[in-house]
């Protein structure tokens, strides 16, 4: 997997101006059922990393499918996200998909990119390269047409070895149509080598890894 990333800071508090000294205030030694401080502001705090994949050109050569894309990762949480690690893969949809993606989220194949951490408000912008060998679609007959749908997996895992949490994203690739539709237009892969765009993508609901 090529990868390339940059990070954007969070953007600065503004200045903070000195308020005129105010009588304190005596505060009771106890509280009724109606001022008990809401569970929800006592939660723990923790990373919360959010990601989103764009597809940007599709090219088919002789040999292979690649897909361009930006995978942009957004930590929403209140605390760093620490040592996050990203796995990507590329396959294309069949009758078994549910267990191809269920086998890539639960095992270590390919190997993770460590990316270091993100701290809160932190989003961290990469652009990656997925290639497939064409023997490896799964297609299927349209008339005179061969045509198969690609799935962009990606798998980020965060946090301390103690607490790891993960993150599952998988996508359906097409052709967007302009305007956009609610289905894509699948890929032909009788018309030979070229590129393809514009592109779009559509979230597929992840079954969770065995």
Known sequence: MGLRK???EPSAPDPIVPLSP????????????????????QRPEKAIVEAEFTPIKATISLANLTIKGALNLANKGSVAAQDIAVRTSIISASENVDQAISAFH????PPANHIGDAGSGEVIKMEIDLIIPLHELKTYALREQ????PIVLVNIGYGLQSARQELFLS???GRELIPPRPKMAPFRLDLGPRSITPLGQRPLSTPLPA
């Open 106 to 109: 639960s095992g270590g194949v």
């Open 22 to 41: 105010q009588p304190a205030l005596q505060m009771p030694d106890f509280l009724t059922e109606d001022s008990k401080p809401d569970a929800r502001d």
């Open 146 to 149: 061969k045509l198969f749908v």
């Open 171 to 173: 996508c359906l690739i």
């Open 6 to 8: 940059r990070r954007i």
